[in-house]
């Protein structure tokens, strides 16, 4: 069975917001309609959107990291937000795993969103429906658009390629490469939700140099220069001559 | 979680109706058996409009949480998994059920159905009451559970939650049946006045014992589980958006923890120990105003409570929305 999902790459994700503008510009002028802004210009401005970028400080000054940190739909493997809808307007595809919100069977209670830990489901104020990511549904299988194009516009976006998309239970994808050899972890493991989504850690490359490789180890005398020449009889540190 | 008044008054409004129906229910079944006098007829469909009159204020009131109120008919759709859906589905059948018991005691029309061994007639009355019976428990579970079953919310997600949706509505239908008799059934006053007194006891236990249980929570989840990165000092510097969003607002009281703690105090006098002394003065006094004036702080007392409920659950995903920039 496929699932597709995101897999986000916190190591390389610096932070630019382009995948939530590009999610916002291609889910806005889509078939679904609208993600409604209300004063966008003033003071006060809110809307809806499908991606946020947070950030978030770890550690204590000075060792401190800056954590950028992309969150949208997981499309959970047990989502929870899809058995308490009263209506079926929410749903689990069988076939790709996508959870997806029926706008037209949305009665707006709500209650989903209570229902979802990770704070994924947003209302649209002004349609009055329950919203949130669609893994761009309405592009992966686009066949109008080329091969390369098929992918949701926040992968498409991302300018360090943070976003990975493809399918988590194909051991061999992409995907579930990079899960298994980078680390990959769900979020908030504890209400077993099995998000389908997940996170590759921050890595830091680091070298190992032992002390021996800094110190010529055939040097005794701890000067550097030309070695004094042996007797040809005699053995070096390494039995080798030394030139 | 921000306290939705439309829900608000859904729970309460609904908890008097299927208390005072319960009350009603109560008497009949005890006048069955001769173990209370026998009422009038009328007595039971005046009770049953008033429970009426309450649970459709608070059907009408549940509208008020829809963004599509006109498709609220497509949420009786998933009963099989969804609690909301199976209240949905009890609410309209308890009303129903509360029109026949009071219709039949209305029109007079009560044949006898059956004779029990002992004598005593099954009348239909009395089986519309054990049908009614059973859907305000019915009810009682699916509203509690709606909150219950959602277990990241953890104030929420204990059995205490069904038993004080349960004792609470309970209590409040019932200081109103005593009301009630006071005008029209002098006989069962003291009888509805007592069972009053136990269920505020019972459910001020309950309340108390979730209040306690709540103080004594630890999140499952933590920062670090949110984003996992493990490291004990993690703070937010963005949340995404600086002009607030619905994550901001749906999740947050937004109120102080002050005035929560103001809130808790106020409820637990106004619904527990200020009726319950009304009352008894009510009954002392033999005065229906009285208990009336019980019955309406209690009421208010209702509302703070369930404020209380909402604004004390604390949603996960308000770890990701702890500082704006």
Known sequence: MTQLALVIDLNVCVGCHACVTSCKEWNTSGQAGPMSDFDPYGADPTGTFFNRVQTFEVGEFPNTETVHFPKSCLHCEEPPCVPVCPTGASYKRAEDGIVLVDYDKCIGCKYCSWACPYGAREIDEKQKVMKKCTLCVDRIYDTTLAERDRKPACVLACPTSARLFGDVHDPESEVSVAIRESGGYP???????????HYLPRRKTKLRIHEDELVRADNPLKVDGKLPKPAKAEPSLDDVTSW | MHPAFSVIFLTTLIGVGQGLFLALFTVESYAAFDLLPKQDGRFYAFGSALALGFLVAGLIA????????????????????????????????????????????????????????????????????????????????????????????????????????????????????????????????????????????????????????????????????????????????????????????????????????????????????????????????????????????????????????????????????????
Request: charged share 10%; hydrophobic share 50%; aromatic share 12%.
């Open chain 2, 62 to 325: 549940s509208f008020f949480h829809l963004g599509h109120p006109e498709r609220a008919w497509r949420s009786a759709a998933k009963w099989r998994t969804s609690w909301l859906s199976r209240e949905v589905i009890v609410l309209p059948a308890f009303m129903g059920m509360v029109f026949l018991y009071g219709a039949a005691h209305f029109t007079g029309y009560n044949p006898t159905l059956a004779t029990l061994p002992s004598a005593v007639p099954v009348r239909l009355t009395l089986l519309l009451g054990v049908a009614g019976t059973v859907l305000a428990f019915a009810l009682f579970v699916c509203t509690g559970m709606i909150y219950a079953c959602l277990r990241f919310l953890q104030e929420w997600h204990t059995p205490l939650t069904v038993i004080n949706y349960t004792l609470l509505g309970g209590a409040s239908g019932f200081l109103l049946a005593t009301a009630l008799a006071a005008l029209a059934a002098p006989e069962v006053t003291r009888f509805y006045a007592g069972w009053t007194m136990i269920l505020a006891l019972l459910a001020l236990v309950g309340r108390t014992a979730s209040l306690l249980r709540n103080a004594r929570l630890k999140p499952k989840s933590t920062l670090r589980t949110a984003i996992g990165v493990k490291h004990p000092r993690i703070v937010q510097k963005a949340q995404g958006a600086m002009g607030g969003s619905f994550n901001t607002r749906e999740f947050f009281h937004g109120r102080s923890a002050a005035l929560l703690r103001q809130v808790k105090w106020i409820f637990l006098l106004l619904v527990f120990p200020l009726p319950v002394g009304l009352l008894a003065s009510g009954v002392g006094m033999d005065s229906p105003i009285v208990m009336l004036i019980a019955f309406a702080v209690q009421y208010l007392g209702l509302l703070a409570e369930r404020w209380f409920f909402f604004a004390q659950a604390n949603h996960p995903q308000n770890l990701y929305y702890q500082a704006v920039s």
């Open chain 1, 187 to 197: 979020l908030m493991p504890e209400w077993g939700t099995q998000p389908a989504n």
